[in-house]
């Protein structure tokens, strides 16, 4: 099966062309050959940027010299409004210090307190698709909706244990909607060099959105630090977080520090886990074997903690984050001259990395545009998933959450499937494009109805 791919533009384009397709969407602005390159330079009369898909400079660049390569500031000209110095953005000694409190409530012994949070996100997910199908009837859903709103759901109960139904957590989610469709993953900024003193301009309701946001969360960080000082906190990501010191420093987020830490959790946490659970769907629709294997795998399962024998559905969900890696580009800097592949690259000069093109690039995969979950269990992958995998990033800046998505996202997909049979409507596939991440342009429409029971032949 060959699901939807951006149609790429033509190799030669005017540069007012480019720029028009830039804005529009990231992923279509760029020629097919990328798809087939080690390394390609862009050249503008503004600025030059260089992508690298040779696994040998993506494992320099993110793992061997990462901190020759650190992050770009312009990635952050189109978030800052958002995230300010959260994780996602910082370098240096602040993002050290950043990581020496976060990455301890993300370690795999303590996933397992967060797995009863996101079981019970995903039966209420499944309780709300079922209502709204209603009884023995197939109707067409919109699945994007439905992921977002699961995965901010987890976001909620895992980090401040309260549902998504809570009075706050429900203006935070509606207004990410909002700031998420505003907001591309990456602007002309991130590419045209600006002098500090030049001002920024985003969107009047990116702008808004962000101020809203960040005044709910203050409000969720504030009421958090209270019952901590009283002693009544639950035993959450927020409280472990807010309650870890630096082991080197011994200091604690502050209030405005912790801020920014949950608004980056929450894009990454719920709007990278939605782009990726609404494209599985989506692919397990267009595959029904696979959704029904899924189905089977999942009939079983009783208790959050059996995740880990979820097998097919991680397979599935690996192949989805493949083929839709959430954050289809990644920026880094050069701090001095560097020469790859016999290319000259000056300093300060832009290296874009990109899983979206490294996940289907020609040379490295069989197939690459093929939904192929079986993929993950051959011998002939091992080295392109070792190499050319990255859909969490890679070398000491991988995702903290890398081990909680893996886990969030075969468990939503299981506890959805086994109770829900979906199928892609005629007419209406989904055209990818990039946003915050990788979503698609018009929703992701697919017919669902209650998944018969293959031993009664029983709906429900």
């Not at 959260?86 to 370690?107: C, K, Y």
């Not at 101020?211 to 960080?221: C, N, S």
């Not at 520090?257 to 769907?281: K, P, Y």
């Not at 018009?442 to 998944?451: E, N, S, T, V, Y």
């Amino acid at each position: 099966m060959i699901p939807p791919k951006p149609i790429s533009r033509p190799d030669r384009v005017s540069l007012c062309r480019y720029l028009k397709l830039f804005r529009q969407d990231i992923l279509s602005a760029q020629p097919e050959r990328l798809y087939g390159a080690w390394m390609a330079e862009f050249r503008t009369p503004f600025f030059r940027s260089y992508l690298a898909n040779d696994p040998g400079l993506v494992q320099t660049i993110l793992r061997d010299r990462p901190r020759d390569f650190p992050k770009s500031d312009r990635i952050g000209e189109g978030l800052r409004p958002l995230l300010g110095q959260s994780v996602f953005l910082t370098n240096g000694p602040v993002w050290d210090h950043q990581r020496r409190i976060i990455d301890p409530a993300f370690e795999r012994g303590r996933l397992t307190q967060s797995l009863p949070a996101m079981w019970d996100a995903g039966q209420a997910m499944v309780a709300r698709v079922l209502d709204q199908i209603g009884q023995g009837t197939e109707i067409e859903i919109e699945i994007e909706e439905i992921a977002s709103h699961a995965a901010a759901d987890v976001i909620f109960r895992t980090l401040f244990s309260i549902p998504i139904e809570d009075a706050i957590a429900s203006q935070v989610f509606h207004e990410f909607r909002a700031y998420q469709r505003s907001q591309p993953i990456l602007n002309l900024a991130a590419f045209v060099p600006l002098p500090r003193w030049f001002p920024r301009f985003h969107r009047p309701e990116t702008k808004r959105a962000a101020t809203r946001i960040r005044a709910l969360i203050t409000q969720l960080v504030d009421a958090r630090r209270e019952a901590i000082a009283n002693g009544t906190a639950p035993d959450d990501l927020a409280t472990r977080i807010m309650t870890t010191p630096d082991p080197e420093t011994g200091q604690c987020f502050t209030a405005a520090e912790m801020v920014d830490q949950v608004a980056i959790f929450f894009l990454a946490g719920h709007e990278t886990s939605a782009s990726a659970l609404g494209w599985a769907l989506y692919c397990c629709a267009a595959a029904p074997d696979w959704q029904d294997r899924i189905a089977l795998e999942a009939a079983a399962l009783t208790d959050p903690k059996e995740v880990k024998r979820l097998t097919t559905s991680r397979d599935v969900f690996r192949e989805t984050l493949r083929l839709y890696p959430p954050v289809p580009m990644m920026v880094r800097e050069t701090t001095r001259p560097e020469t790859f592949r016999k290319r000259a690259i000056p300093k300060a000069a832009q290296l874009v990395l990109s899983p979206w093109h490294l996940h289907r690039h020609i040379r490295l995969w069989d197939n690459p545009d093929a939904f192929d979950p079986t993929r993950w269990q051959s011998d002939d992958t091992r080295q392109s998933a070792r190499d050319a995998y990255m859909p969490f990033s890679a070398g000491p800046r991988v995702c903290p959450g890398a081990g909680f998505a893996m886990a969030e996202g075969p468990l939503l997909l299981s506890l959805l499937l086994r109770a829900v049979e979906v199928a892609p409507v005629p007419g209406k596939p989904p055209h990818p494009v990039a946003h915050l991440t990788v979503r698609a342009r018009d929703g992701i429409w697919l017919r669902a109805q209650p998944r018969r029971r293959p031993d009664t032949g029983a709906k429900g």
